[in-house]
């Protein structure tokens, strides 16, 4: 293939998502990812690239692995396709079903799969207000998320998600959907210690629970670590009073894993870390590690008694719940993040790696503070640097710090994603203690080139 002449289809043809197309175009087109290889990439003009982000959070297993490959292939000889609807199923749904169950805290039984988080999404929505009809309190309709969530972009998880820029386009949330803040100890905290702060957040959920009706809520939301809304570690006070406050009112507590599930955060679903026990999981990414689209909401003993028990028709699902290659895909990777022992070295090694090189990295004069939680770390740029997160003085959101920051990133070979001026990395999980040094290094380098911009 010629480069140039496939950017300049891709920038004729292409509608590209989450992008602003005219700037795509003034910048010359899409860069073209060719091959991966563990933790790297390479483009069409042959860089090779630190991908800090495992694409979009999702490739946990590092890219590269032709045992995906293979069964994948030798699933598509097999049976290319059939659906899991009215009465069917088929061997790798039914063997990854059992091997969620299994890897997936204890009260979990059952799983409905989906292709995509999104879709998972869209089904915690319908399956939570089908459990309440059933339960004989069709009142019950409101689901509270939070503020700056990202949950997908269908229309029901694009409004679970609290993103006022999504929620301006196509005129969301659709009813039914309430939003609380985040808990950000930077945006919020001052004044207090972290832990009474994770406490006052959670408290946020019973104030608008109270606020409602507690029999007019249906369920709370929330990811165990907020990744795309800028990787929110919660204080550990947060959660624990999440589950308490759910607990006395009876409310359905969902975690979406989609990030945090399979071995992100050192433990194979992300509540365990965070020591909470949810009634719904809804996971996707890491779970095929992205090599074939794959998602789904695993569910608890409790809920799944009433909708199997009660339930009759669940009258929901796709064309590919339980596709056969995705679930192959499904088994082999899971299978290789067992025997590697991946999860485990999240927690043991490359996590508290990835922590100490980050507080290396937060001695740069750009950079206020420095956050990790296992395998996801995030770097605050900030004008002026005082010591804490509360006096650091930030930039000017005009000023785009992040995104000059990103854009030497990508041009010096690692992808850092910029939200706002938070700089943040999800490497995959193969990632090695020497290649975190070599990517810290190379980040070091880019805040230099940053700093040497804002200087001039
Ligand atoms: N939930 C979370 C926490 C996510 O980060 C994402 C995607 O980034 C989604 C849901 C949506 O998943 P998908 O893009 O597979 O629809």
């Known amino acids: 293939y010629d480069t140039a002449a496939l950017k300049q289809l891709d920038t004729a043809h292409h509608l590209h998502p989450f992008t602003d197309h005219a700037l795509l175009r003034q910048r010359g087109g899409a860069r073209v990812m060719v091959r991966g290889d563990g933790i790297y990439l390479w483009d069409s003009d042959g860089r090779k690239i630190i991908d800090g982000m495992s694409g979009l959070w999702c490739v946990n297993v590092g890219y590269g692995r032709t045992g995906i490959a ?10 290319p396709f059939y659906n899991s609807f009215f009465n069917t199923t088929n061997v790798p749904a039914v063997l990854l079903a059992e091997q969620l169950a299994q890897l997936a805290p204890p009260k979990f039984g059952h799983v409905f799969f989906t292709s995509s988080g999104s879709e998972a999404n869209d089904t ?30 269908t229309m029901a ?53 109270l606020e409602l009706g507690a029999g007019q809520v249906a369920a709370f939301i929330g990811e165990p670590v907020q990744g795309a809304g800028g990787v929110i570690i919660p204080p550990p006070t947060y959660w624990p009073e999440i589950q308490r406050i759910c607990d006395k009112y009876g409310i359905l507590l969902v975690s979406d894993e989609v990030i945090c599930g399979f071995g992100r955060l050192g433990r194979w679903f992300g509540c365990e870390l965070m020591g909470f026990q949810p009634d719904l999981i809804a996971f996707a990414k890491g779970v095929t590690s992205g090599y074939v689209p794959l998602g789904g909401v695993l569910v608890s003993a409790r809920v799944a008694e009433v909708l199997v028990e009660r339930g009759g028709d669940f009258n929901h699902g796709f064309t590919y719940s339980g596709h056969p290659v995705a679930c192959a895909a499904a088994l082999e990777n899971i299978r290789i993040l067992r025997e590697e022992k991946l999860v485990e070295k999240v927690a043991a090694e490359t996590g508290p790696h990835l922590k100490a090189a980050f507080a290396g990295l937060a001695l740069h004069p750009l950079v206020g503070q420095a956050e990790t939680c296992a395998l996801v770390a995030a770097l605050d740029l900030v004008r002026v640097k005082r010591g804490s997160v509360h006096a650091n003085e930030r930039f000017a959101a005009k000023d785009a710090v992040g995104m000059i920051c990103r854009g030497h990133m990508f041009d010096n070979g690692v992808i850092m994603r910029a939200v706002g001026d938070r700089m943040i990395v999800a490497p995959p999980l193969v990632i090695t203690r020497q290649q975190i040094d070599e990517m810290a290094e190379r980040i070091w380098a880019c805040l230099d080139l940053t700093l040497n911009d804002l200087k001039a």
Not at 142 to 150: D, G, Q
């Open 70 to 79: 293979d069964a994948v292939y030798a699933q598509m000889q097999a049976l």
């Open 157 to 209: 998880a694009a409004s679970l998600g609290g993103m006022a820029g999504m929620h301006a386009q196509g005129g969301l949330p659709i009813p039914g959907i309430v939003h609380i803040g985040q808990p950000s100890y930077a945006e919020a905290g001052q004044g207090m210690s972290e832990a009474e702060f994770g406490i006052k957040a959670a408290g946020w959920l019973e104030e608008q629970i």
């Open 124 to 153: 915690v929505v319908r399956m939570v207000r089908r459990y309440w009809d059933l339960m004989e309190q069709p009142q019950r309709q409101v689901i509270i998320s939070r503020r700056n969530a990202y949950h997908g972009s």
